[in-house]
């Protein structure tokens, strides 16, 4: 890796941009975005797993990172609490309305950018890359936190979470894709502590931002997100200005 500050390495060329999964993370993906965006530095393709599958999709279908702040910072419990019995405990009904409210448009075909979702296939044990086709009910697909929200059927397939598999957001992204990975230190509950899944991936041609020390956010606790987005945002535009260390820039938030 050159000796070059973040913020030179992403000017140089163009870039794709993965973001990982982690719970309500959405938050800190789109502070990350967000200072992108203000210095002019776009993806040219994204990928994402979960609370990166919802940010990815909804940048690449046309919504600005500013304007998808202004959403979230809005956002209630009530606009995606629906409780309903079966695989667990929310129907997802009002997570779809709201992400047909929120998208520009409504195929992978439309998007202004092409976009990788990983999800779970229950039926096959596997990630499934969605690539094509309609765009919510793959965000949907990808954000299907176990035991939180219903899977979804979708092309016959039955979908979870993107992260149980495929935790950075990766799969969908080619190995030899000049990336930059936005990595949530979070651990995910199902993981044990030093699981290789929680440890940032290595590709020759990637670039990885982890912020640290970040609030957590719940479904209980939004607020808590919003302060993550802020901090973020912040500590990406610091970032940018530092030298890259073993294909690593790490900041705290």
């Known amino acids: 890796m050159q000796d070059v500050t973040l913020g030179e390495w992403l000017e140089a ?13 959405f938050f800190a993906h789109t502070g990350m975005l967000k200072a992108l ?6 993806p040219k393709s994204l990928s994402g797993s979960s609370a990166g599958a919802l940010v990815a999709g909804l940048w690449g279908a046309g919504l600005s990172a500013a304007s998808l702040g202004e959403e979230l910072q809005a956002l ?27 998208l520009p448009v409504q195929s992978f075909a439309e998007c202004r950018a092409p976009v990788s979702i990983s999800a779970y296939d229950l039926g096959i044990r596997k990630t499934r890359i969605l690539e094509e086709g309609d765009l919510a009910s793959a965000i949907l ?3 299907a936190f176990p035991v939180l929200f219903h899977p979804v059927k979708r092309d016959g397939c039955l979908l979870s979470d993107g ?7 990766l799969d969908g992204m080619k190995p030899s894709e000049r990336t930059f990975y936005h990595h949530i230190a979070s651990r995910s509950p199902w993981r044990r ?7 940032i991936p290595r590709r020759d041609s990637m670039v990885s931002l982890q912020i640290t ?8 606790h939004l607020d808590r997100g919003v302060v993550a987005m802020g901090a973020a945002e912040e500590a990406t535009k610091r970032a ?7 294909s690593i820039v790490s900041v705290i938030g």
């Open 141 to 143: 697909a990808s954000c």
């Open 163 to 169: 992260g149980i598999a495929d935790r950075p957001g």
């Open 193 to 199: 502590a030093g699981s290789k899944a929680l440890q």
């Open 240 to 246: 940018l200005s530092l030298r890259i260390e073993d």
């Open 213 to 220: 020390e970040l609030p957590r956010a719940n479904p209980f």
């Open 37 to 42: 965006e203000s210095e002019g530095l776009a």
């Open 76 to 102: 209630k419990r009530s606009d995606f609490w629906d409780p309903k019995p079966g695989l667990g405990l929310l129907g997802g009904r009002l997570f779809r309305s709201k992400l047909e409210e929120l």
């Open 13 to 25: 060329q163009p870039f794709s941009l993965a973001m990982s999964s982690g719970f309500f993370s």
